[in-house]
């Protein structure tokens, strides 16, 4: 991780690159300090070249956004990026400290004195933090309901992911210790939401991989069964239970419950003022 410190008329940048972690959370912290003592209380992060972020930095971020706004300043994100920017949603930052996908968006917000966010950029990498790959685990499944010009990869990684020849891309809605929910759009299948249902039908067992973004790890691996299926009109929703899972994913998925906990906690002593 790699800080910089770019000062400005009457409010300063601090550039930041690379994995912002617990060892970091001191860095920043000491260049706000510092920033502080010579006068200065509006800053933004620039989160472009940050591809990681866990819970102990984004409750130093609400920590800091309080620290500055008790001495008539303020906290702004800019220009994060697609990993920061899924986080942030995903745990309810982007309520509290504004986030704009620009810095100029982000100087005017500060110079303006207000908290408002900035506009949500459409752009995204084809995986991103929140993404679910699932395959079916019964192969006949996929020759059944996709015509065999459908039975590519929904992304580019998903063969390489899941080792299969078919995997969908969903994207995670909820995450505890008995599954997940998680939405599908269909991806390139040509689906109806109703075909979608059936082909994801409850009782049917899964392969799916899935990653905890608060947690420095790669892909966890769990078999489900489907557990609820709800139809919508841009997809479907879907519950699945675990069926088998080790014991270091297991682990894992206690530990992002906590952190989840804690950065809820802190949000909300942020907004109960």
Same mark, same amino acid.
């Given at each position: 991780m790699h800080i910089s410190v770019e000062p400005r008329d009457d409010f300063a940048f601090l550039h930041m690159r690379g994995e912002f972690d617990t060892y970091y959370v001191p860095e920043m912290q000491r260049e706000i300090d510092a920033l502080i003592k010579t006068g200065i209380v509006r800053v933004a992060l620039n989160l472009r070249f940050v591809k990681f972020i866990n819970s102990t930095?984004? &409750?130093?971020?609400?920590?800091?956004?309080?620290?500055? #706004?008790g001495k008539g300043g303020r906290l702004v994100v800019a220009r994060p990026s697609p990993f920061c920017r899924d986080i942030f949603g995903k745990v309810g930052l982007d309520r509290v400290i504004g986030v704009f996908d620009t810095d100029e968006e982000a100087t005017e917000a500060l110079l303006a004195g207000t908290a408002r966010? =900035?506009?949500?950029? =459409?752009?995204?990498?084809?995986?991103?933090?929140? *993404? $679910?790959?699932?395959?079916? $685990?019964?192969?006949?499944?996929?020759?059944?309901?996709?015509?065999?010009?459908?039975?590519?990869?929904? %992304?580019? @990684?998903?063969?390489e992911k899941l080792g299969v020849a078919w995997s969908g891309a969903g994207r995670m809605a909820a995450l505890?210790?008995?599954?997940?929910?998680? *939405?599908?759009? &269909? &991806?390139? *299948? &040509?689906?109806?939401?109703?075909?979608?249902?059936?082909?994801?039908?409850?009782? #049917?067992?899964?392969?799916?991989?899935?990653? @905890?973004?608060? @947690?420095?790890? =790669?892909?966890?691996?769990?078999?489900? %069964?489907?557990?609820?299926?709800?139809?919508?009109?841009? =997809?479907?929703?879907?519950?699945?239970t675990f069926k088998t899972i080790d014991d270091p994913t297991k682990n894992a998925i206690k530990q992002y419950a906590s952190d989840m906990a804690f950065l809820k906690d802190e949000l909300k002593k942020s907004t109960d003022r």
């Open positions: 930095a984004l &409750g130093a971020m609400i920590k800091a956004s309080k620290q500055l #706004t966010h =900035g506009k949500v950029d =459409g752009k995204h990498h084809e995986e991103h933090a929140s *993404t $679910v790959l699932f395959s079916p $685990v019964d192969s006949k499944r996929i020759e059944h309901f996709l015509p065999e010009d459908k039975r590519t990869p929904t %992304t580019e @990684l998903s063969h505890d210790s008995k599954g997940l929910r998680f *939405t599908w759009n &269909g &991806g390139a *299948t &040509g689906l109806t939401p109703f075909a979608m249902s059936q082909f994801l039908a409850i009782g #049917t067992d899964w392969r799916i991989k899935f990653r @905890l973004p608060l @947690l420095m790890k =790669g892909y966890s691996e769990v078999v489900c %069964t489907i557990s609820e299926v709800e139809e919508r009109p841009e =997809g479907v929703k879907i519950g699945a």
